[in-house]
């Protein structure tokens, strides 16, 4: 099993919405409804963001949404502010208990 | 307040052994799943093992099968990852999370990681 694709790094300025993309394939993004995205700042926990593709933890800013179409799944930030500036992971459910993560993508706020 | 902390982690020479524990507090230990995930130096983030609540299921990453035995202790609100025949690329941060969801498909909570070095 391969990682999942997201693009190494994005940007966007203050204000504004960017969209990190997760693409895997049918035995896992496509397979089922258990995506799931978390932010890292290096040298801390990481941190859950989204849950089941689309799905807010609590205290979570809905700034933050999630969405899949076939074998991608994406992260939307709407509002960008600097605190969103880190890195980025998605998961998924890949069958027979295992779990895929995706390479990270790191997020700047211009 | 939930808390996950990892211990353990050291250097150790290529096929040597290492022993990493998380200590859990602030929610009931024994009704969740927990898991083992690892990020080497400049890389993404890697699922490595998870074990169910009591124990019963227990999987592994193919990189690691043979090689890692995780276990739990829920007595002591305690998840172990057992390592053996280290390699230069088990040279990670390792973090445990909790697991939830159907198939424990996401980790709500984790531990801020120890470092694991194989290197001679």
């Known amino acids: 099993q391969s990682a999942l694709t997201q693009p190494p790094s994005a940007s966007g300025s203050p204000g504004q919405s960017v969209t990190i993309s997760c693409t895997g394939t049918s035995s896992d993004v496509g397979g089922y409804n258990y995506v799931s995205w978390y932010q890292h700042h290096p040298g801390k926990a990481p941190k859950l963001m989204i849950y089941?593709?689309?799905k807010r933890p609590s205290g979570v800013p809905d700034r933050f949404s999630g969405s899949k179409s076939g074998n991608t799944a994406s992260l939307t930030v709407s509002g960008l502010q600097a605190e969103d500036e880190a890195d980025y992971y998605c998961?998924?459910?890949?069958?027979?208990?295992?779990?895929?993560f995706g390479g990270g993508t790191k997020l700047t706020v211009l | 307040e939930v808390q996950l902390v990892e211990s353990g982690g050291g250097l150790v020479k290529p096929g040597g052994s290492l022993r990493l524990s998380c200590a859990a507090s602030g929610f009931t230990f024994d009704f969740y799943s927990m898991n083992w995930v690892r990020q080497a130096p400049g890389k993404g983030l890697e699922w490595v093992s998870s074990i169910s609540s009591s124990t019963a299921y227990i999987y592994y990453a193919d990189s690691v099968k043979g090689r890692f035995t995780i276990s739990r202790d829920n007595a002591k609100n305690s998840l172990y990852l057992q390592m053996n025949s280290l390699r230069a690329d088990d040279t990670a941060v390792y973090y445990c999370?909790?697991?939830?969801?159907?198939?424990?498909?996401?980790?709500?909570?984790w531990g801020q990681g120890t470092l694991v070095t194989v290197s001679s």
């Open positions: 089941e593709v689309s």
């Open positions: 998961s998924s459910y890949a069958g027979s208990n295992t779990l895929l």
């Open positions: 999370a909790r697991g939830s969801g159907s198939y424990a498909n996401y980790f709500d909570y």
